[in-house]
């Protein structure tokens, strides 16, 4: 049998300067290792010429540039093989001739080299805010990567959505703060080595804020005042969507990102937690039409972008310009891109930054049936993943409730944390739709189901929860902004002083309020999702939009482990009652009636009296009573659930509806209460002496547990 | 590179010496995977070895599978400690048993 590298298609044909090549193969685009050389394939569909050039690693001059033959182009496609490079050390780029003509869309260039869009590793920023090299004239380049990664057994793990607990986070600002305790800190490494922590905590899926390469120098600046330096620090900003970013791997530095973070998901899957990638499709780091010209706008700019009739860009991401999601051919990049995650990195899901935008036409007007999110929701590939939507955009499109789902498509349930925030902070009238909330949202979702709804209370945008009960307003000024940037509409409360104080009172109720959030969450049902620091009470001082500081600001401080242990064990304990009551975790809605024959509804609504809750505009008291015979619908059985909520400023006697003969009701939560008396661990809840009545706290939860 | 081969009645020790990378892998690889059939019993000596590349770490994963398929055991020796790191980190190093010296090799066997 002749060897796989002797065949005639793996000899070239043509030689120059010494480098010989042949023909290629049009797909898969990008570069792409074959018997003895390297496939070179990419698409344009108005470039007259393409020349591939090639680089040694750290070497300021290509080596050699090979204009592809136009007998090597095929349609839109130029693709060719060249021998024997050497895979480590090679760096690549295009250069694509075709008219500079903006108003007609096309802004080519060939004295730019270009970055290959199907790139799968991108130098140029491997180390962490390493020298930016403003002057080179192509600072990011294409570089190769080995897709041979030994995976053993793993594979995507796909836990029940409806039993996921998701903690979104940052990989430099989880373990950077010297106080993490890791070796590697602010890298994927360092983040593998907190994986005990997350199983102590309880979540089961992680979700990480950005980690496809981007430029962390981008629009950075020095603070006009303290002339702090502030970057691109969380990467909204997108360089390349299929090569890791560099910078967050220590291993970075010897081209080793794909493997260290192949390593942790691999490492977090064996301790059976999942993970997700927050994605940005919507935008790139290109800008708008003053921008630079790194990679699609050189190659195709009227294919990747959406453009005006005046050839300017469309900025529906509030970011200078807009992705053109629903060009097939850009369709298929963000496509083949979800299918290279899910298959080569084991991911578990993803979550579509500012996805609106993504049922956006070629036009901008939203579509009815958007090609784009039904291509991802029946794709073979992606068959297993979880897919979640940003459901809105900078461009006013608001789909929550109303993103096409295709039967698929779960959301960020943005009102889930507006009426949450709301009701903690006593306000009226928000009872009714507070009931909608904790049965994951029937009044949105209804034929979605309760996994249609990622329930969040805070995420990366906006205030930490503890900054909910210690802010009133935005302190950003630290932005550089003269606190213009970030959201106005935080539905805060500082709970009596603004900012840090010693008033044990404030401070008392801030803990509690954060409790009251924690609990909330996790007797909702719906997917919860928790800030990384939240559990320990990270602040931002007050800053609501932390997007440009890579400093203390962001960095998780675990030394609050300790001096807010009271919080840590706390949330410890909702994510562990959570975990072991199915009746928390349904992933249909509730029918609001008795279907088992229990002699109990599966859900029922209560107040200061049992089986009467005040629905008036003025209550500010609410209880709901889960019956565990219609746990995971009907499908198992579960003990009695029932959740007090009291936001009136004084404490108030619930009436506890009655349990069936044999069952009595033990106390699992109650936020009045100090410090390691909060809760009772799961399988020891308290027994209560009163069985008919107990008394709420102000501004307080219980939960208690009937068996 | 330097690359030398040993026998101690039926386990091959390879001693290499220098920076295993994209230029050296290929003469390393081709090396230690004819060594590799011989025999399903390895001591691969890394002490005078100053950096293994990405391309390298593969070579050394080759050999543990073509070894491990023959239920044989590769043993490392003398890694250094910035090797032993970037292994660690890029998990590589769960494939394989490490000691310190030859004669602790040998006793593995």
């Known amino acids: 049998m002749a060897e796989l590298d002797s065949r005639i298609d793996y000899a070239p044909t043509h030689e120059m300067n010494g480098i010989k090549y042949r023909r290629g193969h049009v797909l898969p685009f990008g570069g792409t290792m074959v018997p003895n050389g390297v496939n070179f394939s990419i698409y344009s569909s108005a470039a007259t010429a393409c020349t591939l050039v090639l680089f040694k690693k750290n070497e300021d001059i290509p080596y050699t540039e090979i204009e592809f033959p136009q007998e090597f182009r095929i349609g839109n496609v130029y693709s060719m093989i060249v021998f024997d490079l050497d895979y480590e050390n090679l760096e690549y780029g295009y250069r694509m001739d075709g008219p500079f003509d903006p108003v007609e869309g096309h802004r080519f260039d060939k004295n730019k080299i270009l970055s290959d869009p199907y790139a799968k590793a991108i130098g140029g920023r491997d180390t962490w805010l390493g020298d930016p090299k403003w002057d080179s004239p192509f600072p990011f380049r294409s570089k190769l990567v080995f897709e041979d990664f030994d995976w053993e057994e793993d594979k995507p793990l796909e836990i029940p959505t409806e039993d996921l607990i998701i903690y979104e986070m940052h990989v430099r600002s989880f373990t950077r703060h010297s106080s993490s305790g890791v070796k590697n800190k602010g890298t994927f490494a360092g983040t593998r080595e907190k994986i005990q922590y997350f199983k102590e905590l309880g979540v089961n899926c992680i979700e990480l804020m950005p980690i496809y390469e981007f430029d962390e120098w981008e629009h950075s600046k020095k603070h006009p005042d303290t002339g702090e330096l502030l970057i691109n620090y969380w990467g909204y900003s997108t360089l390349n969507f299929f090569a890791p970013k560099a910078g967050y791997a220590a291993t970075g530095k010897y081209g080793m990102q794909v493997d260290e973070l192949k390593t942790l998901i691999k490492e977090l899957h064996k301790n059976g937690i999942e993970v997700f990638l927050d994605v940005v499709f919507n935008h790139t780091a290109e800008g708008d039409h003053r921008g630079p010209s790194i990679s699609f706008k050189g190659i195709d700019n009227k294919t990747y972008y959406m453009l005006t009739p005046e050839g300017y860009y469309y900025n529906f991401s509030g970011t200078g310009n807009t992705l053109n999601c629903n060009h097939p051919v850009v369709r298929n990049m963000v496509l083949d891109c979800l299918r290279y995650w899910a298959s080569e990195y084991h991911i578990d899901g993803f979550r579509f930054d500012l996805a609106a935008i993504l049922g956006r036409a070629q036009d901008g007007s939203p579509l009815n049936n958007p090609p784009l999110l039904e291509s991802l929701a029946y794709d073979p590939i992606l068959a297993k993943c979880k897919l979640i939507a940003e459901a809105w955009d900078a461009g006013g499109l608001y789909q929550v409730g109303s993103f096409p789902c295709y039967g698929r498509w779960a959301e960020w349930n943005g009102k889930y944390r507006d009426t949450i925030r709301k009701f903690l902070k006593g306000e009226e009238a928000l009872v009714g739709e507070l009931s909608q909330r904790v049965q994951g949202s029937p009044d949105m979702y209804l034929s979605r189901g309760a996994t249609a709804g990622i329930n969040f209370i805070t995420c990366h945008d906006g205030f930490t929860l503890y900054d909910l009960f210690a802010y009133d307003y935005k302190h950003n000024d630290a932005n550089g902004e003269n606190n213009n940037d970030g959201g106005n509409d935080n539905d805060s409360w500082n709970c009596g002083w603004e900012g840090e104080t010693s008033d044990p009172g404030i401070n008392y109720l801030r803990h509690k309020q954060i409790k009251n959030a924690l609990t909330i969450l996790m007797v909702s049902q719906g997917v919860p999702m928790i800030l990384a620091g939240d559990e320990m009470g990270n602040t931002q001082y007050g800053n609501n939009n932390a997007y440009c500081h890579d400093s203390e600001l962001s960095w998780l401080n675990w030394d609050l482990l300790k001096s807010n242990s009271d919080l840590f064990y706390f949330a410890k304990h909702v994510i562990s009652l959570r975990h072991a009551h199915p009746v928390l975790r349904n992933k249909y809605h509730f029918q609001n009636r008795d279907y088992k024959g229990s002699g109990y509804p599966d859900i029922s609504f209560h107040g200061v009296n049992a089986w009467n809750a005040d629905w008036s505009d003025s209550s500010r008291v609410f209880a709901f009573m889960l019956d565990g015979n219609h746990a995971k619908n009907g499908f198992l059985t579960d003990d009695f659930i029932y959740v007090a909520m009291n936001m009136y400023w004084d404490g108030l006697p619930f009436e506890l509806p009655m349990l069936p003969e044999g069952k009595s009701w033990h106390v699992s939560v109650n936020t009045e209460m100090p410090p390691m008396q909060d809760f009772y661990p799961v399988s020891q809840e308290l027994k209560i002496e009163n069985q008919h009545s107990f008394i709420v706290g102000p501004r307080s939860i219980i939960v208690l547990i009937g068996k | ?109």
Request: aromatic share 8%; net charge negative; no cysteine.
């Open chain 2, 1 to 109: 590179m330097n690359i030398k081969i040993q026998t101690e009645k039926d386990i091959i020790i390879i001693s290499v010496e220098g920076s295993i990378d994209s230029y050296t892998a290929p003469e390393f690889q081709k090396k230690i995977l004819s060594e590799a059939e011989q025999t399903s019993k390895i001591i691969l000596d890394l002490s005078l070895v100053t950096f293994v590349s990405s391309a390298g770490l593969r070579v050394l994963l080759m050999v543990y599978r073509q070894i491990k398929s023959k239920n044989g055991k590769i043993i490392l020796v003398g890694i250094s400690e910035e090797i032993k790191e970037v292994m660690t980190m890029t998990g590589f190093i769960n494939f394989f048993e490490i000691v310190t010296t030859i004669e602790e090799a040998l006793i593995h066997f």
